[in-house]
C-alpha cells in the first residue's frame, strides 16, 4: 500500500468536517440588542447589559398605573408619585451595569395600597462621532403591588387576576364563557374618545329548529 492511498481516510475525514461546519458558519443570527435589561423578577435592582458608552445611555420609569388607577395621559404626579423618574446608572467592582428602581425614592412618603405597572426604559442616543448608530430604546414593563407600605414584584399573570378579573358571559348561541373588561391597558398617549354605539348585542343570532334542517 502507497503512502497516498494511506492519506486519503484523512484527507476524506477533513472534507466531511468542512461539509458540515461551513453551512454553520454562513447562517445568519440574531441581532444584537444596544441595551438589554437583566431582570430577576423578583427585585427592583435590574442589570444592564450595554454594548454602547455608558454615558450615551439614558434610564428612566414611567408609570402606566398608581395603586390601582390608570395614569391620565400627560400627568406628571399622582397621589404624591411622580409619574416619570430618572435613575442613574452604576457599576460594580466587575465592571458590570446595573440601575435601582425602588417604587419609593429616598425623601418620599409611602405608596399608597394597590396595584402598580410602569415601564423600565433605556435609552441609547448616539454621540456626534457616531453618525452611523441609529437612536435606541429597550423597555420592560414592571408590576407590583404595596401592602401597608411594602412593595413586592407581580407577574403578569397575578398583576391581569388583580386589575383585570375574569368573569362569564353568555355567547351568541347562549352558553357561558370566560371575559375580561379589558382594563390591563397601558397608559395612553393620546385622548380617550367616547365609546362608539354598541350594533350587536350579543343575543342569539339563530335558533337550531326544525327549519334549519338541510342547511
Not at 4 to 18: E, M, S
Not at 23 to 36: G, M, N, R, Y
Not at 171 to 187: C, D, I, Q, T, Y
Amino acid at each position: 500500500m502507497s503512502l497516498n492511498r494511506k492519506r486519503v481516510p484523512g484527507a476524506l475525514l477533513w472534507a466531511v468536517t468542512l461539509a458540515f461546519l461551513v453551512p454553520k458558519l454562513a447562517l445568519a443570527t440574531d441581532p444584537t440588542s444596544l441595551a438589554e435589561i437583566i431582570d430577576d423578577g423578583s427585585t427592583f435592582r435590574f442589570g444592564l447589559a450595554l454594548r454602547v458608552a455608558p454615558n450615551t445611555v439614558t434610564v428612566t420609569t414611567v408609570y402606566n398605573r398608581i395603586a390601582g388607577a390608570l395614569v391620565d395621559a400627560g400627568a406628571s404626579m399622582v397621589q404624591g408619585v411622580p409619574v416619570v423618574s430618572q435613575l442613574a446608572v452604576q457599576t460594580d467592582a466587575q465592571g458590570r451595569f446595573w440601575v435601582d428602581a425602588p417604587p419609593r425614592p429616598e425623601g418620599q412618603p409611602p405608596l399608597p395600597d394597590g396595584v402598580y405597572s410602569r415601564w423600565l426604559e433605556v435609552s441609547h442616543v448616539p454621540g456626534p462621532g457616531a453618525r452611523s448608530r441609529a437612536p435606541f430604546r429597550e423597555r420592560r414593563t414592571l408590576y407590583f403591588r404595596v401592602v401597608n407600605g411594602v412593595a413586592q414584584r407581580l407577574t403578569l399573570a397575578a398583576y391581569s387576576a388583580q386589575v383585570d378579573p375574569a368573569s362569564q358571559r353568555k355567547n351568541k348561541l347562549g352558553s357561558l364563557e370566560p371575559a375580561h373588561p379589558g382594563v390591563l391597558a397601558a397608559r395612553q398617549s393620546v385622548l380617550q374618545t367616547n365609546p362608539l354605539p354598541l350594533v350587536e348585542s350579543g343575543t342569539a343570532y339563530s335558533t337550531p329548529d326544525n327549519s334549519e334542517q338541510g342547511q
